[in-house]
T-cell receptor, first 117, second 110 residues
Framework: DTAVSQTPKYLVTQMGNDKSIKCEQN?????MYWYKQDSKKFLKIMFSYNNKELIINETVPNRFSPKSPDKAHLNLHINSLELGDSAVYFC????????????????FGPGTRLTVL | LAKTTQPISMDSYEGQEVNITCSHNNIATNDYITWYQQFPSQGPRFIIQGYKTKVTNEVASLFIPADRKSSTLSLPRVSLSDTAVYYCLVVSSNTGKLIFGQGTTLQVKP
């Protein structure tokens, strides 16, 4: 069983288009995340949702809009794609969010490689 | 948030023990030290986490001195399949937020 899944795995599109990446987790986790990994392999957090509520938004352009229809899904919609959006996007989930004094590991999906031409 | 510094790359041979050291001079009281592993074309995978002293699991050991300003990930008897990027992170238990650095690319040779 795949714990965190993302679709599509590869996405090639033209500048200016709008695209979505879907993420689903079957771990029963409360918190989900989106990360961007650029060509230099730096992983940066973009968003975090806890129980369908946005809790982290790392100054990402508002062309990026996460949507969480339920606790198991966190989709990423990107409007007006730009060349600089080309990267690998990772979805992740964890069991418990902050405030408990405990940190729980994040489980990452396989990634979606987005190429903007 | 505490910044981490670790070597960009390391080479090793199969069967050797590999130690990757990470510096985190500004670590706060509520921060945990966490290591992730990333294989090519895959998402990062949690390896180990600790607060102080030594933690061991089936994959690795984590050594943290008393001042907690550094930590060492120890991989016993590496194999070719341990070739990956290893990220050292300092995670606040208040936010749970992961800040990834550039990681250490470990190349295991036959």
């Amino acid at each position: 069983d795949t714990a965190v899944s993302q679709t599509p795995k590869y996405l090639v599109t033209q500048m200016g288009n709008d695209k979505s990446i879907k993420c689903e987790q079957n771990l029963g986790h409360d918190t989900m995340y989106w990360y961007k990994q650029d060509s230099k392999k730096f992983l940066k957090i973009m968003f975090s949702y806890n129980n369908k509520e946005l809790i982290i938004n790392e100054t990402v352009p508002n062309r990026f809009s996460p949507k969480s229809p339920d606790k198991a899904h966190l989709n990423l919609h990107i409007n007006s794609l730009e060349l600089g959006d080309s990267a690998v996007y990772f979805c992740a989930s964890s069991q418990e969010f902050s405030g408990t004094g405990l940190y729980n590991e994040q489980f990452f999906g396989p990634g979606t490689r987005l190429t903007v031409l | 948030l505490a910044k981490t510094t670790q070597p960009i790359s390391m080479d090793s041979y199969e069967g050797q023990e590999v130690n990757i050291t990470c510096s985190h001079n500004n670590i706060a009281t509520n921060d945990y030290i966490t290591w992730y592993q990333q294989f090519p074309s895959q998402g990062p995978r949690f390896i180990i986490q600790g607060y102080k002293t030594k933690v061991t699991n089936e994959v690795a050991s984590l050594f943290i001195p008393a001042d907690r300003k550094s930590s060492t990930l120890s991989l016993p008897r590496v194999s070719l399949s341990d070739t990956a990027v290893y990220y050292c992170l300092v995670v606040s238990s208040n936010t749970g937020k992961l800040i990834f650095g550039q990681g250490t690319t470990l190349q295991v040779k036959p």
